[in-house]
């Protein structure tokens, strides 16, 4: 069932996949580097130049996401800012936050019903 | 689309896509006479398991009911246990004789580990080639409980492979047949979408029971989930948090109503889509699917998760195009055309439903041709 071939970093312009028109990130499906604009396709379509080198499957903001705001892919919030993001730019643990499971806070995090 | 596999017909239950002599370990300190057996008998499959000795309550319950779903497991012909001593053998065969297969045991006490594995062997083999006299039926594809599992997941699991295992999952239900999702921590920030699949109040409670408890438990104790939810290599595949790892996770559930909720290895009653309470770690999350019943597993990876069941049959199934290519003596089933040629989900969905039922008439997967398969039994509280 081996069939594919591996086209990666060779790939003139990086794509990302948005997967509702709610959401302020996409999936990168090519590495990206510094300054490349990135064809963005899916549920919406558009280009976002990288502000950064973000790697194969990483995401990419395509919406400025302020401090404190949630990030959404698929529609749905999988986490806040946690500092303000600009679009381009990678986003990933260094500033997006899981809100969920958080012993650490101390305080029981509210579960949607 | 197809309509049968061909496998071996059990009695009055469901077929098994496999025909061999599981040699089960009734607990830890019977392993190697169980991996000695194994090893000098051809079409056996050893199933070690850690602990067992000393546990006690509802941890050995799960214990002793796991082992013996292995066992009652419709993959396996026949039973060899190997115990320390007769009263624990006993407790596990008991549990299995009412699948009505089978059942033999040796034991450790008084003579030996040499005597014990003699004895096992000319059981084992034995019951090998009493075994080897059965032949594939056609048998139909509501006769499969399959199983959905992720692991080594990275962004394109979510968005690749576990769609496409949806989409099989979607028509194995379709058929007439079962399929399992478990992982319950990894339903973590998405338990409001699968929830509202639930067929009624109490089967939505029960599963919004199991994922809230696990995050209750993590709370309570003071754990940053952050640090194994996504796990290291879940980050380096591009996945941020837990809630983002679980709204891919779930897409390895299709969109059927969701019909029952299970406790770690248990089987389910009728047909339909289930959810099992079970960690999420594949080697004991894998094994508790098989001792719930599941014939086959259907895995999806991202960055690369090689392991096999030793019971279930467990195929690969991989999005990622660099994974493809530098791990691709353990990808079963390439699914990288949706990004690298825009193959359709639901295309590649019904292929791979096909190619379940291909793999359960008999085709060999990675897992079973490198013998890259483990068991381990979860274990939820401490032995005496």
Not at chain 1, 9 to 29: C, E, K, S
Not at chain 2, 211 to 228: P, T
Not at chain 2, 356 to 368: C, D, K, L, N, P
């Amino acid at each position: 069932m081996l069939t594919s071939s591996y086209i990666g970093v060779f790939n003139i312009m990086p794509r990302g996949i948005i997967l509702h028109t709610a959401d302020n990130v996409a999936t990168l499906i090519d590495p990206a580097r510094d300054g490349q604009t990135c064809t963005l396709q899916g549920e919406v379509a558009g280009q976002v130049i990288a502000r950064q080198d973000i790697a194969f499957g990483h995401k990419i903001c395509i919406a400025p996401i302020p401090l404190g705001a949630n990030v959404l892919k698929y529609g749905q919030v999988i986490g806040r800012a946690t500092r303000a993001i600009a679009a381009g730019e990678h986003a990933h643990v260094h500033n997006v936050d899981s809100a969920r499971a958080r012993g650490d806070r101390q305080e029981r995090q509210e579960v949607r019903p | 689309m197809s309509k049968t596999f061909l496998g071996f017909r059990r009695g009055h239950g469901p077929a098994g896509v496999r025909n061999g002599i599981a040699v089960i370990s009734v607990m830890d300190n019977c392993n190697p006479a169980t991996r000695a057996i194994a090893q000098a008998v051809d079409a056996t499959l050893a199933v070690t398991t850690s602990f067992v000795r000393g546990q006690f309550g509802a941890d050995l319950e799960f214990a002793l009911d796991s082992l013996a779903g292995l066992g009652r497991n419709p993959n396996i012909a026949g039973v060899l246990l190997v115990g320390l001593e007769e009263s624990s053998t006993e407790e596990v065969a008991r549990r299995i004789r009412p699948a009505g297969k089978p059942v033999e045991v040796v034991h450790l006490q008084p003579n030996g580990t040499i005597e014990c594995v003699a004895q096992g062997t000319r059981l084992a083999a034995r019951m090998v080639r009493q075994a080897s006299q059965m032949r594939r039926q056609p048998c139909p594809m509501s006769d499969l409980v399959m199983g959905v599992e992720c692991g080594g997941s990275d962004t394109t699991s979510g968005l690749s492979c576990n769609p496409t295992i949806g989409r099989a999952a979607d028509r194995l239900i379709d058929a007439g047949g079962t399929v399992i999702i478990s992982e319950t921590s990894e339903f973590i920030g998405a338990e409001h979408l699968f929830a509202a699949r639930a067929v009624d109040a109490t089967v939505r409670q029960a599963f919004l029971n199991a994922v809230q408890g696990m995050e209750a438990m993590a709370v309570a104790r003071g754990v940053d989930m952050r640090d194994s939810q996504p796990a290291p290599d879940n980050k380096r595949g591009g996945l941020s948090t837990v809630e983002e790892k679980a709204l891919g996770a779930l897409a390895k559930a299709g969109k059927s109503p969701l019909v029952g909720v299970l406790s770690y290895g248990q089987a389910p009653a009728r047909k339909g889509l289930h959810f099992m309470d079970a960690p999420s770690g594949a080697v004991e999350n894998l094994t508790g699917l098989a001792a719930g019943g599941c014939q086959l597993i259907c895995f999806g990876t991202g960055v690369g998760n090689p392991i096999g069941n030793m019971v279930a049959p467990t195929i690969k199934i991989c999005g990622n195009v660099n994974t493809v290519h530098s791990m691709r003596d353990n990808i079963d089933f390439d699914v990288s055309a949706i990004f690298e040629s825009s193959a359709k989900i639901a295309d590649l969905g019904d292929q791979l439903y096909d190619y379940v039922a291909e793999v359960g008439s008999g085709t060999r997967i990675s897992s079973e041709i490198l013998n890259i398969r483990e068991t381990a039994v979860s274990r939820f509280e401490r032995s005496l």
